[in-house]
């Protein structure tokens, strides 16, 4: 007698249990995938301007991006914009702008051979001396041929924007020759002047350079507000340049500080250029010009002016008299690498006639420089 099979057993049923079984599997994968590519609730998706900066480098770990991000992020919570109030809005002179694209830093300038075998105070003095009393010369090709050409400023000075005809009180110079770019960002109203100083009362330059048409913004801790728009084009900050940013942990003790690197000031106010720069710094010039020259944010400076001090090292300048000298001397010659040209040198015969203390080649203690960036446009 033939048996016959009940209906939904047998071989047929096999295929139906696999195709479920899998399914199951596929759905389970798709589950944990899913929750592994997700991160905590409100993480990456707050509101308020992209930041693109502070993406990580291609192929890194999703884990070390958010890690640069927090880390940038709670930085920004300690040292708030333009070291005061974090209540009061930021005036329109400060807008944070993006980070600036640099090369990478280095860690310490190349110091020049010593001037002499002896390497004497002597030398050094002489040599230094000498370079900051002579204008330099700028190397042009023309037709195949080198030829050197005096840096002659046929326009220099401040008196002529002036709007009052007063003397300028100290040698603040500028070169406003056509083929340096400043006379036509100062007639273009797209000058902007940076002047960093400790405690100085004398604002002549500064106020002159406004009245001509500059966008000028003076740095100095002793000003009352964190920012001040004294007048048109004028603005005072409460900030105090330096050679370094604070560390995080000292910036979170004193959220209020204001102390910062040049460069990270011109990240803050979104500033990438800075016609002329000003400094008057009491001995602190020759660490901020290192910093400078290291992060190298004097390609986005067209003039500068300094008032150097020569009647001790100065900040955090150590080493032998000798030694100084030629770390100074160094400095200066950095410049030339970057294109700066001394085109106006002045001696303060109105400060101790010393250098480093002592009475050396009727130096001064006191002088002011002004180079120009022969490269900038």
Request: hydrophobic letters at 35%.
């Amino acid at each position: 007698m033939a048996t016959v099979k009940p209906p939904g057993r047998g071989c047929g049923a096999l295929p139906r249990w696999l195709l479920g079984a899998a399914l199951l599997l596929g759905l389970r994968l798709c589950m944990e995938l899913r929750h592994a590519g997700s991160g905590p609730p409100g993480r990456g998706d707050s509101p308020g301007p992209p930041r693109t900066h502070l993406l990580s480098a291609p192929g890194s770990p999703r884990g070390a991006r958010r890690r640069q991000v927090t880390y940038v992020r709670s930085g920004r919570r300690v040292l708030p914009r333009g070291g005061g109030s974090t209540t009061s809005p930021e005036p329109s002179c400060c807008a944070q702008g993006g980070l600036l694209r640099r090369k990478g830093s280095r860690w310490h300038i190349e110091l020049q051979p010593w001037a002499g075998p002896s390497r004497s105070l002597d030398e050094e003095a002489s040599r230094f001396l000498s370079y900051i009393s002579t204008t330099q010369v700028e190397f042009q090709a023309k037709i195949g041929l080198g030829i050197m050409s005096k840096i002659a400023c046929d326009h220099m000075g401040t008196d002529s924007l002036a709007t009052d005809s007063s003397p300028a009180p100290k040698p603040w110079l500028v070169c406003l020759d056509d083929r340096f770019g400043l006379a036509h960002q100062i007639r273009s109203k797209r000058c902007r002047l940076y002047s960093l100083g400790l405690g100085s009362d004398d604002t002549h330059f500064e106020v002159s350079m406004a009245n001509g048409g500059c966008e000028v913004h003076r740095f100095d801790p002793s000003v009352k507000s964190a920012h001040v728009l004294e007048r048109q084009g004028l603005w005072h900050h409460r900030l105090s340049i330096d050679w370094r940013d604070p560390h995080p942990a000292v910036a979170a003790q004193k959220p209020h500080g204001n102390t910062r690197k040049l460069g990270s000031i011109l990240n803050e106010f979104g500033h990438h250029k800075i016609d002329v720069l000003k400094a008057d710094l009491e001995s602190a010039e020759w660490k901020v010009l290192e910093n400078l020259i290291l992060e190298d944010v004097l390609e986005q400076i067209g003039q500068l002016v300094f008032e150097i001090h020569l009647h001790w090292p100065g900040f955090e300048v150590s080493g032998s008299e000798s030694g100084v000298v030629r770390f100074w001397y160094s400095l200066l010659k950095e410049l030339e690498r970057k294109h700066f040209r001394l085109f106006h040198t002045y001696k303060d015969l109105t400060k101790p006639q010393l250098f480093l203390k002592k009475d050396l080649f009727n130096a001064s203690s006191c002088y002011t420089l002004s180079w120009v960036n022969t490269k900038w446009r």
